[in-house]
Structure formats: structure tokens, C-alpha cells
């Protein structure tokens, strides 16, 4: 069963407009992250930002946001004053516990492909 | 400071023949994991590790051996390529006691088999 969804097409973004990437999420586990990285044309994974299940707030990064929510399984993405270096790449993922050995499996989504045009 | 380490970059193999994919950090994490990337699919995870002597299978283990001799490194192992093998590899870690810790990806080895 699919863990992560991001099913969004590929977006055009305007430069400095802000953009939203949705992803959803499944888990039994109620401990659990939530990861987006991004991945520009040159195939680096970059960490953007986490959010843990038990956090009170929604994590901010800089221009990266993330809007948490829990009862809808949602963990949306927000880049504010979108640049042209954000073209890119964007995978959500989620960390659940494994019984054995601690958590320490990173579930991905599909990815959704962002291009901030001039 | 390097972070992980991914050798070789891009590696082209016939079916049927064997390589070890390297990886190495420098950040003394004792998490270490295999990835595999195709298109359309996002990251699986192939095989992982919690420390030197620790490893186990990941959701597409089939095909790929590793070991963990020490906290540095963790090689992966084709031991009969297959095209079916082509993708591209990311190696990631991060440490044990801090479960928000972005893993640190490698630059990844474009593997292709024919």
C-alpha cells in the first residue's frame, strides 16, 4: 500500500508567488517524521524540513514551511517568494518505527516536479 | 567535512556481472541505508543498517548483498547484474539519537545494466 501520495502534475510557478505541494500520508504508527527533500537537475537529494507527529507547531525553515495536519494525514509544503533556483524536483517521506531495529526506514512519495518561471 | 561518499558516479555493466557500490561518511552516524531511484517511483529503500556488525533487508533487498564492518562504511554489493538493476543508487545516514536529523544523501551512482 502506497505510504506517501503526492499526485500533483508538474506545477509552473511564477518567481516571488508562493507555492504549495501536497502530499498525504498513511501510518498506524503513532509515532512517526515527515521529510520533504529536494532534488534540482543536477540529482542531489537536499533536506528541507521535518516534522515530527508529536510537534505542537508547524516546522518552518526559512522560505520552507510545512502545514501539518494531523487528522487529515497531510503534510503539505509551502515556498514562499518563490526563486528560480527552486526548480526542482520535490519528495515527501515519512519515518515510521521498524520493530526490530528503531526507526530508521524513510518511505517516499513519487515526487512532484516544480518550475518557477521568470 | 565530506558527508557521504558515493563512488563511483556513473558505472556501466553487462548482465551477469558483479560490483560493489561504495559509500563512506565522515559524520560518525551510525544509521546507514541503500536507496534505489526510478523514474516515476520516488526513492525504495534496498538494504540498511544501524551499526558496524547490523544489517537488514529493506522493500527490494532481492539482487543486492551488504555488510557493515565498520561505522564508515557500507558497501553495496550486485552479485549478478540484471537490467532490471538500472536505476540510480543513493546512499544515506544519519545518527541513531536524533530521529529529526534530515539523513545526509550521498550524490548518488547512475547504474546501467545492459
Known amino acids: 500500500a502506497q505510504k506517501i501520495t503526492q499526485t500533483q502534475p508538474g506545477m509552473f510557478v511564477q518567481e516571488k508567488e508562493a507555492v504549495t505541494l501536497d502530499c498525504t500520508y498513511d501510518t498506524s504508527d503513532p509515532s512517526y517524521g515527515l521529510f520533504w527533500y529536494k532534488q534540482p537537475s543536477s540529482g542531489e537529494m537536499i533536506f528541507l524540513i521535518y516534522q515530527g507527529s508529536y510537534d505542537q507547531q508547524n516546522a518552518t525553515e526559512g522560505r520552507y514551511s510545512l502545514n501539518f495536519q494531523k487528522a487529515r494525514k497531510s503534510a503539505n509544503l509551502v515556498i514562499s517568494a518563490s526563486q528560480l533556483g527552486d526548480s526542482a524536483m520535490y519528495f515527501c517521506?515519512?519515518?515510521?518505527?521498524?520493530?526490530?531495529?528503531?526507526?530508521?526506514?524513510?518511505?517516499f512519495g513519487k515526487g512532484n516536479q516544480v518550475v518557477v518561471i521568470p | 567535512n565530506a558527508g557521504v561518499t558515493q563512488t563511483p558516479k556513473f558505472q556501466v555493466l553487462k548482465t551477469g556481472q558483479s560490483m560493489t557500490l561504495q559509500c563512506a561518511q565522515d559524520m560518525n552516524h551510525e544509521y546507514m541505508s541503500w536507496y534505489r531511484q526510478d523514474p516515476g517511483m520516488g526513492l525504495r529503500l534496498i538494504h540498511y543498517?544501524?551499526?558496524?556488525?547490523?544489517?537488514d533487508q529493506g522493500e527490494v533487498p532481492n539482487g543486492y548483498n551488504v555488510s557493515r564492518s565498520t561505522t564508515e562504511d557500507f558497501p553495496l554489493r550486485l552479485l549478478s547484474a540484471a537490467p532490471s538493476q538500472t536505476s540510480v543508487y543513493f546512499c544515506?545516514?544519519?545518527?541513531?539519537?536524533?530521529?529529526?536529523?534530515?539523513?545526509?544523501f550521498g550524490s548518488g551512482t547512475r547504474l546501467t545494466v545492459v
Open positions: 543498517s544501524v551499526g558496524a556488525g547490523i544489517t
Open positions: 517521506a515519512m519515518r515510521e518505527a521498524i520493530f526490530r531495529y528503531g526507526n530508521n526506514r524513510l518511505a
Open positions: 544515506a545516514s544519519r545518527p541513531q539519537y536524533d530521529s529529526g536529523y534530515g539523513y545526509t
